[in-house]
C-alpha cells in the first residue's frame, strides 16, 4: 500500500541506462522559459514596485529608471549567454567562480546561490499572495502566512515528481500572464493618449525643478538609490545558466534561446510598468500591490470600465501574476538542488545531496529547500519588502564574481582569441553594473536586514569549510590504505578456479577498485581463514546529479563500474579463489545492490553477504550525516530475507583508518 501511494505521488521510477530518458525529462526552450525564465518575469511584479516606491516625490525619474532597467537585463543576460557558450554543463556562477577564481571563491559564490534559491522561493510565494489578496477584503491578511506555507508544500511535491512535469503543470498561468500584462503595456498609448503629452511635460517640470532644488548630485543620488532598491527585479537572470543540465540538446543553443526569451521579456514588462505607474499616475496603497493600483487605473481609462469585463480582467491579472509568481518560485526548485549537488560532489555539503531518487530528482536538496523557505517565510511572516531587501543582496554578490572571472578568462585568453577586448570590455561593463548595485544595496539596505542575509551566507560558507575539511582528511588517509593496498603483490592468472555453486561463498559489496575493497577481502580471509571458496564482487554504478548529463556519460560509468569489478576479480584469482562478479546501474545503491545480492544468493545458497563501513574512532552526531549508512541499512534487508550478512569495520584512529 506505501509503494502503491509512492508510486501515485511521486510517479514511477526511471531508468537512467534508457537512452530516450534524458529527451524525456528535458526542456525546450520555451518550456525552460516557463521553468527557469519565470524567475526573472515574476520579478517585474515586485522589482519594479520597490523601485517605484522609492522615487517618492520625484516619480518623473521612472522615464530614465525604465531605460536603465530595460539596458541593464540586456547587458546582464548577454554577459551570462558568454558565460552559457563557455560552460555548457551548468552550474552558472558557482562553476565559473569555482574554476576560475579559485574553489574558496566559488565557495562563496555557491553559498551567496543557495541563500538566494531560498529568498527565491520565499519572495516569489509571498509578492504571489500579496498579489491574490490586493483584490479581497483587508481583514483576510492574516491568512497569508497559511497560504504560503501551503503552497510551498505543494510546490515540493510536484518537484519530487519531476522537472519536467511541474512546468508543464505551470505553462497555463505563464502564458495567462503574457497576455494580460502585454494587453497593458500596449494598450498605454491608447488609454493615456489624452494625457501622455502632460504626462511627459510635467516629468520635464519635475525633472528641472529637483535638478534645480537638489542638484545633479542630489537628484542622481535619488535615481541610484531608487535603481539599487529595484534589483529584485534582476534576480532571476542567472537562473538559466545554471539550468543548463536540463534543457534539450543541443543545450548551448537551448540554453542561449531560452536566456533571449527572458531577456526580453523582462525588459518589456520592467520597464513597461515603470512606464504604466507615471503615465496612470498610480500610488501605494495600504495592503495594495502598485501593480493592483496600475490595474484599476488602466482599467478606468480604457473600454473595459468600471463593467464586469473590467472586473474579470482586474481578477485574471492579478491572479496570472499570483500564479506566475509561483511559477518564479519554481527556479528555486530547480536550480537550488542542482546548485547543492555539485557543491556536494566538490565536498563542500554532505554526499547526500548529490544522490538521485528514481524519478531523476534530487530529493535531499528538494526536501531541504522546501524546509529552509518555509522557515524563512514563518521568520519574516511572509512580509515581501523584508524578504526582498534580503534577497537582491547575494544575487549581486554571485554576478559580480562571475563578471570577474570571465574577464579573468578572456584576459587570459587574449594571446589565443582576437575578440578579447570585445568580451572583456562587456563583462568589464557588466562587473560595475552589478558590483555598483551590490555596494548601493548594503549600504542602504544593511540595518533594514541586509545584514542577515551577510550573516546567513557567511555562516553556511564556514559550514562548508568544516565539511569539506572533514572529507578532506578521511579522503587523505584512505588514499594510504590505498598505496599500501594496491601494492600488494598480484599473480595474474588468465583464468581463476571454476565456482562451485555448492561451496562457502561470500558475496562482497565493493565500490571503485581501492584500498576498502582489498582490506574487505583480506579482512574477510582473516576472519575465515580458507573456508569461502568462491567470492562473488558485487557493485552498482552509481549515477549522481553531478554525472547525469547525458547517457554516453552513464555508459562512461558503467564502463568504470565493470573495470574495478574486474580488477577484483583478478586480485581474487591470484590468491587462487573462484570468483565472479555482478553489477547494476541506478541512482539508489540500496535497491540496486539488495537485488543483486539476493540474485547471488539464491545461486549460492551457503554464501554470506559483507558490506564495508567506516567506523570512526570518536564517534560523532554529523558522522552519520556525512557518510550513508548503506551497510547496516542493507544488513537489515538482507537479514529480514533470511540471508546472513555481516558488516566489516574499516576504522578510523584519529583520522586515519586502521
Known sequence: MIKRLRRLVFGAPRNVQDPGVHHKISLIAFLAWVGLGADGLSSSCYGPDEAFRALGAHAYLAIPLALSVALTVFIISYCYTRIIEHFPF??????????????????????????????????????????????????????????????????????????????????????????????????????????????????????????????????????????????????????????????????????????????????????????????????????????????????RGSWLGGGSAGRWFKITTLLSETALLIVGAQTGFID????????????????????????????????????????????????????????????????????IAMMRFWFGSRRRDPSWTWNLFVHGVGFVLCFSILAVSLYTKFFQGGWLTILLTAGLVAFCLLIERHYRLVKQNLSRLDEIMTGLPRVEEESGKPLDPKAPTAILLVG??????????????????????NFIFVSVGVVDAASFKGIARVE??????????????????SLGLAADWRMEMGTDVLEQAERLCLEAAHEYPRAIIFAGRLIFEDEKWYHRLLHNETAYQMQRRLQFAGLNAMVLPVRVLAGAPA
Open 512 to 533: 571503485g577498485y581501492g584500498g576498502l575493497g582489498i582490506h574487505s577481502i583480506l579482512a574477510i580471509q582473516k576472519l575465515f581463514p580458507y573456508y569461502f571458496k
Open 556 to 573: 562512461e560509468i558503467r564502463r568504470a563500474t565493470e573495470k574495478s569489478l574486474k580488477d577484483y576479480v583478478a586480485l581474487a584469482h
Open 336 to 403: 537550488g538542488p542542482r546548485v547543492m549537488a555539485n557543491m556536494a560532489h566538490d565536498s563542500w555539503l554532505p554526499n547526500r545531496f548529490a544522490t538521485l531518487s528514481d524519478r531523476l530528482t534530487i530529493q535531499s536538496g528538494v526536501f531541504l529547500i522546501s524546509a529552509v523557505a518555509l522557515g524563512t517565510l514563518l521568520y519574516t511572516h511572509g512580509e515581501t519588502s523584508t524578504l526582498v531587501l534580503m534577497y537582491s543582496i547575494n544575487v549581486f554578490i554571485t554576478f559580480s564574481l562571475s563578471q
Open 90 to 299: 551548468g552550474g552558472g556562477g558557482y562553476i565559473v567562480a569555482g574554476r576560475l577564481l579559485g574553489p574558496t571563491v566559488g565557495l562563496v559564490s555557491g553559498s551567496a546561490l543557495l541563500v538566494d534559491y531560498v529568498l527565491t522561493i520565499s519572495v516569489s510565494i509571498a509578492a504571489g499572495v500579496d498579489a491574490f489578496f490586493s483584490f479581497l477584503p483587508y481583514s483576510w491578511q492574516g491568512l497569508k502566512l497559511g497560504m504560503e506555507c501551503v503552497i510551498i508544500l505543494v510546490m515540493m511535491l510536484m518537484n519530487l515528481r519531476g522537472v519536467k512535469e511541474s512546468v508543464t503543470a505551470l505553462m497555463p498561468v505563464f502564458l495567462i500572464f503574457l497576455v494580460t500584462h502585454a494587453v497593458i503595456i500596449l494598450g498605454l498609448p491608447f488609454v493615456t493618449s489624452g494625457s501622455i503629452g502632460t504626462a511627459i511635460g510635467g516629468a520635464r517640470q519635475g525633472f528641472a525643478g529637483g535638478l534645480a532644488g537638489l542638484g545633479a548630485a542630489g537628484l542622481f543620488g535619488i535615481f541610484l538609490r531608487s535603481y539599487s532598491l529595484g534589483a529584485g527585479t534582476y534576480t532571476g537572470i542567472e537562473a538559466v545558466s545554471n539550468g543548463l543540465p536540463i534543457m534539450r540538446e543541443p543545450k548551448v543553443e537551448t540554453g542561449k534561446r531560452t536566456m533571449f526569451y527572458m531577456a526580453s521579456s523582462l525588459a518589456i514588462t520592467a520597464g513597461g510598468i515603470l512606464l504604466g505607474y507615471l503615465l496612470l499616475d498610480a500610488h501605494p496603497i495600504p495592503g495594495r500591490t502598485m501593480n493592483a493600483v496600475l490595474i484599476d487605473n488602466f482599467i
